[in-house]
């Protein structure tokens, strides 16, 4: 079982419509998770991170934390062309200066 | 602005030949890593700094060596190039948390270099 596993897409998703993307975590014992976007050809830009159970907003954006389900989501609202890229999802154990990311999932917006 | 900043965005190199390949960061960042991204393998960690002087193995670090002489520098030298070392290679660098949770302690990355050995 991988560490970090987030569904490659590709998801495709209307102009204006709600992005949802999804990562799901192994280790029980993870204290903080990390939303990166990557641009095909650019590096990884942290767009949110939210350590405590429950939801956090930033504009257009909400991660979702669920420690018992061990899952964290990302909503996009309003979705635009300019959010097409893939998403990486990111979390770091307790105690870990790393992060272990997932492989990412591609999100297409149609016009 | 903040920043990672990584010494060329394209390099060509030779078989056999030594690289370096430079990252620097103007934040203060006590962690510094260093990461190669391949299509369908995702980020793999090749050695990470927590300080001055130390260097741990990441998960790839074969035919890799590092150097942190600086807090603010931290070079990835490929000793003897070879073609399956062609990739995008990525610098980042974090706040280290000691033990806190709250905050962000996540990575900002440099642009990348894109190296291509032949």
């Known amino acids: 079982q991988k560490e970090v596993e987030q569904n490659s897409g590709p998801l495709s998703v209307p102009e204006g419509a709600i992005a949802s993307l999804n990562c799901t975590y192994s280790?029980?014992?993870?204290?903080?998770f990390f939303w990166y976007r990557q641009y095909s050809g650019k590096s990884p830009e942290l767009i949110m991170f939210?350590?405590?159970?429950g939801d956090k907003e930033d504009g257009r954006f909400t991660a979702q934390l669920n420690k018992a389900s061990q899952y964290v989501s990302l909503l996009i609202r309003d979705s635009q062309p300019s959010d097409s890229a893939t998403y990486l999802c990111a979390v770091r154990g307790f105690g870990n200066e790393k992060l272990t990311f997932g492989t990412g999932t591609r999100l297409t917006i149609i016009p | 602005d903040v920043k990672v900043t990584q010494s060329s965005r394209y390099l060509v190199k030779r078989t056999g030949e030594k690289v370096f390949l430079e990252c620097v960061q103007d934040?203060?960042?006590?962690?510094m890593f260093w990461y190669r991204q391949d299509p369908g393998l995702g980020l793999r960690l090749i050695y990470f700094s927590y300080d001055v002087k130390m260097k741990e193995k990441g998960d790839i670090p074969e035919g890799y060596s590092v150097s942190r002489e600086k807090k603010e520098r931290f070079s990835l030298i490929l000793e003897s190039a070879s073609t399956n070392q062609t990739s995008m290679y990525l610098c980042?660098?974090?706040?280290?948390?000691?033990?806190?949770?709250?905050?962000?302690?996540?990575?900002?990355f440099g642009s990348g270099t894109r190296l291509t050995v032949v």
């Open positions: 980042a660098s974090s706040y280290g948390d000691r033990g806190r949770v709250k905050g962000n302690y996540g990575y900002t």
């Open positions: 939210i350590y405590s159970n």
């Open positions: 280790d029980r014992g993870s204290q903080s």
């Open positions: 934040m203060d960042h006590e962690n």
